[in-house]
Structure formats: C-alpha cells, structure tokens
C-alpha cells in the first residue's frame, strides 16, 4: 500500500474543505402553508422542516423555513462563460424547493452519495436561504461559502446543515454556490479570461444578500461571512478586496487564511495552467482570445469527461490571483500593508489540522490505520510539496518535525506520517491563521482567536477513525450543530461522516460553540448577544477576549474553553515555515540559477578554440 503523486495532490485538494449547510437531514414534515417571501419584484415560495429538540434545549424554534436554488445571477454559460458575472432579476412567482443543484465538478463519493438526487450544472449560481420561524424583523445573517479546494464542494450537502443554528440562535444563514476549478478559477494574464471568477460569483451573492435579505426578515447591516478551509481563504480574499467594501460587517476564518502555499497562485502560474487546459480540450493556441473562443465551444459533457479521469484536480490546480481588478495586488503584500476592509474578525484553527492526510480514503487506500509513510517517500513529498529538491532544506525539515528518536533512527521503513502530517497542516493552516491574526491586529481590526482542541468522541471523517484527534474539519459539526439533528430515530451504529454525532458530555461544547459564533454575527463580539444596554456576558459561556500583537490571546475550544495567551500555537515550528524555509528555498533556487549559468559558461568556453596555451584546460 503507498502513495502516489496523484493520490496525494488529490488528498490536498480534498482536504481543504467543502463543508456546507443542508436541508435535507431532518424530518421534513409541513408545518402549515407554505412559507412565502415577497421581494420588490418576486413572490419566492419555500419549504418547512420541522426541528427534533433532543439534547438542543428548550429555547429554540421548531420551524426552519427553507428557500433553495435562488438564481441571484444569469447563467454562466455561452459568452458568459468566462465572464464577470451578470445579476439576475428575479420576477413572479419562484419555487424556491426541489432538488439541490451544484455546480460542475468532478464526483466525489463521499460529498455526493446515492441517497439523493444529484444534480451538476454550469447553470449553478444559486443561493439558499436558512430562516428561522416565525420570521424574524430584523436578525442577523450568516453567508457561508463553502470549501474544496477552489475545485469542488457545494452550498448544499445531505447530512451536514445549518438547521439547528438557525432554529436554536435566532439568526439566518445564507449558503452561496460559485463557479469552481477550470470553470471559475482559469485565467490568462492579458484579462481575456478574467480570473477569479469564483471570488466574483460569491461577491455577487454577497450584493444579493444585501439588496434582498430584508424581505427573509435578515438585517442588512448584520452581516457576517464564514467559511471553512477554501472558503475560509475565500473569506480572507473578501477581506482583502476594494471591490466588497460595505458587503459585510464580520468575517468568520475557520482553518484557512492567505498562504503561497495553495490560497492564491501568480498570474503566470495561472496562466500557464489555462493553456494546458485549452490544449488537454483541443484548443491548442498562443493567442488568449483564440483560447477564449474556442473554450466557450467545448460542451458540457466534454468538461464532464476530463472530470470523470480525475486529472482536472491533478495537472489544473488553479486558484486565485492578484488580477489588478478584485485583488489589486499580492494578497500576502496587501496583508502586510494592512489593507483590509473595515470588519471585525473571528479566525482559527485546529490543533492537529495536518492528521487528516493520513486517512486512507482520502488517497484512495482502504482500511482504518494511518497511511505508511516511509523515509522514502517522505522526501519525495516534501520535496514535491515545498517545490524544492534542495538536501539541506530537506534535513533542517527534518530538524524542524521529527524526533530525535526518528532522526537517528536507521529504519528505512519507519512510518513517518506523523512529523509530514504535522508538517503539512502547520504550513496550510495552522501558522498562516495566526499569522493573518497578527496581521489584523496590526492593521487595528477586532480579531478574536482560537484554536480547537477538542477531539470529537464521533469524527466527521468516520467514527472508526479513533486517532484523527482534532484534525480538519471536525469543527464544523459544532459550528452548525448538524450533530444535533443526528440524536434522534437514528441508528445508533451509523458512521455519521460529514454529518457528525455528539457523545453526552459534548453537547457544552457544540452549544457554547454555537453560542459564541452567533453572537459574533449579532454584535461582532462572541461574548454578546445584543448591543443594547450595559448586558454582561453570559457566566455560562466563559469570556472571550480580544487577539493583540502583544498579548496574542486565543481561546482553546475545549471543555473547559480556557484563555491562553504569551505565544502563537506550535510558534517554533510556525517561525520555521514562515520565516526560515521560503529563505531556504529562496537560496536553493538561486543556487540552481547559478549553477545553470556556470555550466552554460563552461560549455561555451569549451566549444570554442583555445589560442593560449597557458589559460587552455587541460586535456
């Protein structure tokens, strides 16, 4: 059993998120009519779900009335494919219910199941609407963008929902499709295809919000934007953009935020990948609007095909850039410039983000057990990872993550998972995370900080996983209480992937979770859930103070969610990744240069007639 490159670019992809609310994982009886919502142009009818309360509490509401598959722009298709996105009006009556739609992606077994209907379309810019009832006048509202990789992942899953968030805290959530991979995500340098077009469709569902959340009862004004993972960077990159200014009033960073490593790529790097698409397609050109036209003719199924080889993830790892237009310049320059737009900010991680790698579904193994990882191997990925080939970078890597039992070692065939887990998930999304914190602080902005500890009795990855302890992802069933929704007439023995499952001593921390994260969204403090008056703090849900560059406190989301502050976590390996290897590979990349040039000097040198013997090499 080993890893291939493919397996394990897969896994990184995979890994990056694509959590998202649905609506279809509770009991969907009728409670009365109908729920109907009038905007200023449309008649939009819904469907309610009624709520199990089991271990909820009692305070909370029994209804959830839910608006799916809202258009809020024109199909991206034809000569819009390729394009900024166009707003769509919305006129009449619309039946915001049926089945869900997801963008066009490769299928992947886990997120879309036979269970349900599934649908993938480039016709796919829909939003869906969580409202608690009765309707709300004027509630707060969450937008979650959901993850993936930029390359799949949906608003709307079977098994993981919003539902008891919305039901137990009295807020609306927003969950938005974009455009991903080679359809939302390819550019070329001169602007004829525009990048970022999935940044560009969430900031057009964001405008949506803003135009139209009134008339579901959501205050306009009170609007926070979270996402995990891909949709956490997406966050970040709102952040960051001229062009979202006003959209929202707190954002929400759940593992991660702006990193080289995979959050953005240059545009010549793009580039380079969009015409490699174009030729993988047929559309083998030098010129941008050549490629232009002759990708807007491919069809559908041609596009589905390329999926269906599971080489789009592979060799068209596309992402995010500076284009000059949304992201202005350099995320990373902009950041350490402080250029963000006016919000307070709640940012995170967890403890052990780098564990999922070692699951072997992910990589296409089978069985339980972590991923052997041998000292081989562990080479070839870091060097694959980081870009570099260079030895000395290789062994202070090795300095930096493994023990000193493992460095000693003369085992060939020691598993060494463990140290490239942790290597791995410290320079994706531990270090970045609270790098940006410091950064926000820096920069004045209201950041509250934490990192998740807890290890879920029951993982999201699959309950047999015993020893993924706090790794990617696990906090999203806390967040959404979708573990809440499990509780009740279900088989005790069901895996609860994705879904979540909640052991008694458990249900605290999901509530005080929920509780901190919904506050946040009402007032832009997890400590309080109004602004009116002088309220203290709820003694239940231990306060939550404020991440500074001198203090640098974080909350430990855990039993006991104790305050710790005087340094980042894991801040040596984090000053490593950060500071000391991009100098390294910096340095092996120069090396390699000069190394270039010299045996280029020698080469020529040798091919010409030497005329002085004295300076002539010697035979």
Known sequence: MELTLSSVVVMVVFCIGFYTPSSSAVEDAAVGDRPLVRTTRATIRGERNSIQHRKLGDNFHRSVAVFKNIPFAEPPIGDLRYAEPVPKTLDGEFDATGDNIHCLQAKNPLMFDDSEPVEFSEDCLFLDVFVPEPKPKSAAVMVWIHGGGYHMGTKNYQKLNAMALVAAEDIIVVSINYRLGILGFLSTEDGAIPGNLGLLDQRLGLQWVKENIAAFGGDPDRVTIFGESAGSSSVNCHLLSPMCTGLFSGAIMQSGAMSPTWTFKTQKENAELTFAFGKAMGCETNSSTELLTCLRGITEEDINALHETG????????????????????????????????????????????????????????????????????????????????????????LAYLSAEQLTSGDPEENLIDPMAQFFGDQMFLCPTFSTAQQLAAAGIQVYTYLMTHSPAYSIWGSKYTWLEDTHGEDVPYVFGSAFLAQDGEDEDEDWMLQGRL?????????????????????????????????????????WPTFTSETKTYKDLSRNMENLSGTTPNARECYFVEHLLPKLIENAAEMERLKSLVEEKVSKDSERSCEDPDTCPEE
Do not use: C
Request: aromatic letters at 10%.
């Open 503 to 543: 052991a008694d001593d458990e249900v605290v921390i999901a509530r005080r979770i929920m509780k901190y994260w919904a506050n946040f969204a009402k007032t832009g403090n997890p400590n309080l859930g109004t602004n009116e008056g002088d309220q203290e703090p709820d003694q239940q849900f231990p306060s």
């Open 311 to 398: 080489t789009t993830m592979v060799f068209y790892m596309v992402a995010p850039v500076a284009d000059g237009h949304f992201l202005p310049e350099d995320p990373m320059q902009a950041q350490e410039e402080g250029s963000f737009n006016p919000s307070n900010v709640m940012i995170g991680s967890l403890g052990h983000e780098g564990n999922i790698f070692a699951v072997p579904f992910i990589t296409g193994l089978k069985g339980y057990e972590k991923v052997p990882v041998n000292r081989t191997s562990f080479d070839t990925f870091i060097s694959l990872f980081t870009r570099m080939a260079d030895p000395l970078a290789l062994d202070l890597i090795k």
